[in-house]
């Protein structure tokens, strides 16, 4: 099974590392040929704006949007998730997602105060806590029936969606690949792209 991961901009080598250590050949992509040629997709934590600025730029937004369409596995964690979010709901001008699942998110909804912090999320489909990596990360806002919640957290009582998945799409507003736990890259290898 052969994983790229989407290498525009953000931390590759990080999902790159996780990806190998979870025993599927794992790969940089950024052209089209690349890109037309994996099993899955990953795309990193980093910055939405500027990947979707580059991913138009290179001519890869069409192609993206296409193979996700057509049931490519994706896995977006953090500006990865709001790349695959039918909806932003707060875009930087010219910012367009390729999508993938029908929901909108909110960039940098943590806010100033809680910009990064760390917190253990119960996930679904996984067993024992998941340490959570949150770096101005997005939460989701509202999601279509098509969506299914695997994790949540809290904030100011009221419960906002940070990992969701929808049929062959999965998408985590933290960034397990810092944390050295390969259990939601597992989870994405297995259970998405179905090893
Ligand atoms: N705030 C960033 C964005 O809007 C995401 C941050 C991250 O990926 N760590 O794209």
Partial sequence: MHIGVLALQGDVREHLEALTRCGVQATPVKHAEEIERVDGLVIPGGESTTISKLAVAFGLDGLIRQRIKAGLPVYGSCAGMIMVASN????????????????????????????????????????????????????????????????????????????????????????????????????????????
């Fill in 88 to 195: 932003i709901k707060d875009p930087a001008s010219n910012q367009e997602s390729f999508g993938g699942i029908d929901m909108v998110v909110r960039r940098n909804a943590f806010g100033r105060q809680v910009d990064s912090f760390e917190s253990d999320l119960e996930f679904k489909g996984i067993e024992g806590s998941i340490r959570a990596v949150f770096i101005r990360a997005p939460w989701v806002e509202s999601l279509g029936p098509s969506v299914e919640i695997l994790a949540s957290v809290e904030v100011d009582g009221e419960t906002h969606p940070v990992a969701v998945r929808s049929e062959r799409v999965l998408a985590t507003s933290f960034h397990p690949e810092l944390t050295g736990d390969d259990r939601v890259h597992r989870y994405f290898i297995d259970e998405i792209c179905g090893r």
